[in-house]
């Protein structure tokens, strides 16, 4: 048995885990992101999240270690490019900052693609050989597999799913580009358009929270049937369809697989999505299955670690 450290670095989390050459989880451990502190605090939790794993287990060597980081991220050279998330997260050295502080080889990734290489290998892809993967939460990323290899383009910089425009002249995305498919479809804009909506709908059992509301309010008030939320709901998922007949268009998928926190709410999703896929893609693309990612929030740790096995490190 193959072993692998595999770090998920988030704007919140960081978590590092020992994981199998099958996609178990042996060891984990977990701290919070000092995001605001800079870039060599951030290296500094990163290094002793990865002690602290390691030190649960007693086994002879790992093979290698991969971190994933949110991008836009140079993984060619290891350098992030303005990660909004993480103060100091811009031309930082960070692959060769990590190394130091790990004293070894490590390989750093895009979390979309680590996410959808966990989920083409060990998840809901898992036989496939051409996938695209789209998480949905605070913000909308991904990655995408084509006829067996992971498509990672310039720079490594490929898959940035959440980043297709859906609308001339829309909303601006924080990246700078008007109408992304991130900026309507991401959990905050999804929660912005419920509140929004919810202050001026008395009727609704949404309005007496309105200023609050998360995304998992709105399901849970349309599984109780209220009209609003239904309303809400069906328009997420017409956005998601929208982003998702363009991506299976574009690379002709055997599967789309959807993750992140949103996709806890899958089964309310489907058939907005699928509705309006079967409304609007090209004819043979409609009978692609879509569905909810099988690791849930492990898909980018396991797929750090299939990278760490796939490459020898
Ligand atoms: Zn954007």
Redesign the pocket.
């Known amino acids: 048995m193959r072993l692998a450290l595999a770090i998920d670095l988030g704007g919140t989390n960081i978590r590092a885990a020992v994981v199998d050459d099958t996609g178990n989880i042996l060891h984990r451990a977990d701290k919070s992101t000092p995001a605001r502190q800079g870039a060599p605090a951030v290296v500094a939790a990163i290094a002793d999240a990865a002690a602290q794993a390691l030190a649960q287990a007693s086994y002879p060597s790992i093979a290698g270690m991969c971190v994933c980081s949110p991008g836009p991220l140079d993984t060619i050279t290891g350098v992030p490019l303005g990660v909004s998330t993480i103060d100091g997260f811009d031309q930082f050295p960070l692959r060769d900052e990590l190394q130091k502080a790990l004293g070894q080889k490590v390989w750093l990734e895009n979390d979309g693609i680590a996410a959808c290489i966990g989920e083409w290998k060990q998840g809901a892809g898992k036989g496939y050989q051409s996938v695209v993967y789209m998480t949905v939460s605070t913000g909308v990323g991904g990655g995408v597999v084509v006829d067996g290899h992971v498509l990672r383009g310039r720079r490594g910089m490929a898959g940035h799913v959440?980043?297709l425009a859906i609308l001339a002249d829309g909303k601006r995305?924080?990246?700078?580009?008007p109408g992304?498919l991130?900026?309507y479809a991401c959990g905050p804009a999804f929660a912005d358009r419920a509140r929004e909506k919810a202050a001026l709908a008395p009727q609704s059992s949404l309005h007496a929270q309105a200023t609050k509301l998360e995304p998992h309010d709105v399901f849970a008030a349309s599984m109780q049937g209220d009209a609003l939320a239904t309303e809400l709901v069906a328009e997420e998922a017409r956005y998601l369809g929208i982003g998702i007949t363009s991506l299976l268009h574009l690379y002709s998928p055997e599967v789309v697989i959807i993750g992140g926190g949103l996709s806890n709410s899958f089964d309310q999703l489907a058939p907005g999505i699928t509705a309006y896929v079967q409304a609007n893609a090209m004819k043979p693309y409609r009978d692609v299955p879509i569905l909810k990612a099988a690791l849930a929030g492990n898909s980018g740790l396991i797929g750090a670690a299939e990278l760490v096995f796939a490459t020898g490190a």
């Open positions: 959440g980043h995305c924080y990246c700078g580009n992304c991130e900026a």
